[in-house]
């Protein structure tokens, strides 16, 4: 073997090594000791291999792999993140690398042993890291895992956690310089473990003296039940109604049973705490709150009375995870605000007056881009390339609030609330304790989700891990509530309280007591000095190595001097990795195009909702619902006629519609909606008139050609047109031409049915005109109505932009899902390659199934042949909790005329949602019609039962 081909096998090695080593060190395994001689294999590769780029590259990659190792949850939450930051994470652990080498075979640093040099230059880069560069990540630090070294970790009130790793990477560079004692002479060789010994007993030594302080220090404090859920994925990716009212009531559930089990063992709780975002709704702000009810939103007040009938309930203040909206007011369907916040609120038994913990530090590249935000454009493009659906849209809170406890003793704990990410950040948690040297909050309430980590448990424990170490920098206890876990409880020490531990995926909970600690550590009044200190020692050291050091440079896998070293890579990486993070910022990204009634990541995608019904009675007598026959009509006829007379608007809306084929139900109810105080109603009801051609009713809508609503004069003129009477159409040549959405898309909706193509260039010159909304998806929705329209009218070339929108990203369902209705309607056969697309897809490009669902509705109305996988597919999304994905699957099932369809739509009828209800008595009679025009296939479809291996389908179920 050459010389070099044995170099580069070593360096692949030592570099490996160091990353087993490092991983073992962490958990899931927790061998702490391992942290001592993890950076041992990169510091005897600085002084082995003097080639330029060969070892960087072998820290490199084995670098990537570790950190894709133990970052590996961020592939469920954003595909284009994941590597990208587990590239940005190992061009740091690169110029550690680079760093340390270049101090120490070059300039005067080259005679200092490595247990000097070394820890200068990991601290450095950990604190640029971990601080400075895009406000930083501060984890997987060199020294983390030695908070279960307790003794050795007490030290860390002195100057932060960083001391940790500097006498981590000590004793790394101590190993190095004996093996190395050869070539780098025996004197430095001592020297070296002379150093990194004295750092272990003086910790040591300082770790059993503060351990001996502590119960002294002591006093009791207060007793914390900490509540833990498990919503198993994050609430922010979508949690709809149905979800939010069967977690909320499990949480109170919990709650409650963990309390009443404390008070029949004769144990008093001072706070009861839930974890980061888990109280459903708008926050607990009394405005938002009296908006909603005072405009029948949704969800009114039904969250927000919750944690204090539980408060006034046990007789004990509860903190609640929630959001925080201020100025929160309705604009145009869409909730508008002033700020809004991730905090938390104490609510207290008896008051009405709740205590708001604002997060101060949002999380880079989870909750805000550092810089990037800056330049909303800018941030919204690097999210949609790795995070489709996500928006950051929250605002830091202004200063520290802290929460005054009442506790048994009569006196009071000051508790400070750290929200997730910040218990890793020791500057933040710092301000929270301390002002000015003195102590403002007596222990921390640490609420947090980690949902995000899936079944990933190492990454909740590593959470856990580092909130350890602002218990000890701080000399505060912690209590972490957490979502999915792991909840557990810490003394100042950072030691795990006793039977106060929640395992990681499960709901339960504990009771913990949190000893106070009146001890003031030097950290409150010097900060983290040792990192800054390190950093200048390493900027001073790299300075000096402009001429190199004769005589301490070696020749790889021999030992011996050799030339100077390019030592030239260290400012190009460091360039490198500061350019990389722009396209690494998603590592909070997450795949989701969840519906608008759902809870969006971005609450900018916030509809406003309509509180409606919480159910549609079935009427009496219906107690098992007809699989086929006159029965299920009947059924399906008088929910609809019920629907039609719902408070909720949009109900009798899509009832109308859902009745356009019944003439004689339309006929009967047509007359009150026409006067319907709401004009979607009035324009529905125009526009079924019209297509039924009902000349009874025009006398009726004669008056509404001259209507508030610019909308249902359109469908008045249409109606009026198509019953034969003398009406004058060019009002609506300015209603298309109108600047709002909704009058100009209804205007070209009509004149693409009134089938005269003389409209065909006002229609054309209409497509793209600015609206006065500034909307970009509603801009886009008025055009595809445009192109509908124009291929209504024989444009054929007008099918373009609607087959273009059905390749729209899954974020931009509502435009998909547009595309395909459209499709369908006007049976564009050119388009069935695309929609085959949009159902098949699997893996990554999988489409979520309200998005498949639409496609499959379009194919159905196209003549798909078989339709068998849509059944199967209806099946499995029955009992979604999603009731748009019931209500969709709904009406796919009425586009096949089949037995089998109907059966899979019997239940819906009796669905507990009564949008689901409307839709699948719509799907049914829809059903009934091409039935009974001889569609049905009277054959039941092969394989049905069996599921998707029954026979080849030519749109296979691979998901759903």
Known sequence: MSTRTRATAEAWGLAAAHVALWIASYPPHGWWALSLV??????????????????????????????MWMQRFLADISVAGYPALGIYMALWSVLSFALMRRIAVRGPS??????????????????????????????????????????????????GASIASVIAVACAGAVADVLHARSRGRGAALAGVATAMGLLCAATAYGIWRSSQAGAAARPGPVVLAVQTNVPIDNKIGWTRDRQEADLAQFVKVTLGLE????????????????????????????????LVDGNWWPGDRFARVPQLLADRMGIPVLVGSPAYLGLRAEDGRWAWDRHHNSAYLVSPGSAAHVRVDKMFLTPFGETMPYISRWEWLEQSLLDFGARGMTFDLDPGDAPVRI?????????????????????????????????????????VNLTNDGWFGSYDAGREHHGLVARWRAIENRVPI??????GVSEAFDSLGRPVPGARCEPRVDGGFVAELPLDARTPPYAALGDIASPAMTVAAAVMLLATRRPARGHRVSPGTG??????????????????IALVCAAGCSGGAKSSAPEHTQMWGSRQLSTTDRGSAGMATPAGSRIVPATGAEGRELALSILMQ???????????????????????????????????NRGVRFAACMCAGRARMESMGNLIEPLALDESGSVRAAALFALSRMGRKVDLTPLASLAMSEDPEIRGNAVLVLGELGDRSAVALIESVAGRPLKSGDGMRAKIVDLQC??????????????????????????????????QMVGEIRDEGARGALMRLWNADGASMRPPEIRLAAATALARLGEPDMRPVLVMSRLVANSPDPFIRAQAATALGWIPTLEAQALLAPMLRDRNPYVQVSAAGAWLRSDALRGRGQEMRRPLPGLDSGPAGGTASMPVTGG
């Open 260 to 291: 009443g089990e404390a008070r029949a063992r004769g144990e008093r709780i001072d706070l009861v705490a839930w974890p980061e975002t888990m109280l459903p709704g708008l926050g607990l702000e009394p405005d938002a709150v009296r908006t």
């Open 404 to 444: 005054a406890l009442p506790i048994a003793d009569g006196g009071t704990a000051r508790i400070a609330v750290p929200i997730c990410f910040e218990i890793t950040v020791p500057r933040v948690v710092r301000r929270l304790v301390w002002s000015g040297g003195r102590r403002e909050a007596d222990a921390l």
């Open 38 to 67: 993890a950076w041992a294999p990169l510091c005897v590769l600085s002084v082995r291999d003097s080639r330029r780029w060969a070892p960087c590259i072998a820290v490199g990659v084995t670098s990537f792999a570790g950190w």
């Open 787 to 820: 192109a509908e329209a124009l291929a209504k009218l024989g444009q054929r070339q007008a099918l373009d932009p609607i087959r273009a929108a059905l390749f729209a990203p899954s974020e931009q369902a509502e435009l998909i899902a547009l595309a395909c």
């Open 110 to 159: 080259s005679r200092l042993p490595l247990a000097l040099s070394a820890p200068c230059a990991v601290v450095a880069i950990e604190w640029l890291r971990g601080v400075v560069v895009l406000d930083g990540y501060p984890w997987y630090h060199a020294g983390h895992p030695l908070v279960d070294a307790s003794l050795i970790a007490q030290v860390a009130d002195i100057s």
């Open 479 to 484: 209590v972490r509530v957490a979502n999915t």
């Open 643 to 677: 629907a039609v007379r719902s408070p909720d608007p949009s109900q009798r809306a899509n009832s109308l519609e859902a009745l356009s084929g019944e003439r004689a139900a339309l006929l009967e109810v047509l007359r009150e909606s026409l006067g319907d105080p």
């Open 560 to 577: 011996e001097p050799a030339g100077p070293s390019p030592g030239r890579g260290a400012a190009s990486v460091a360039l490198s990795a």
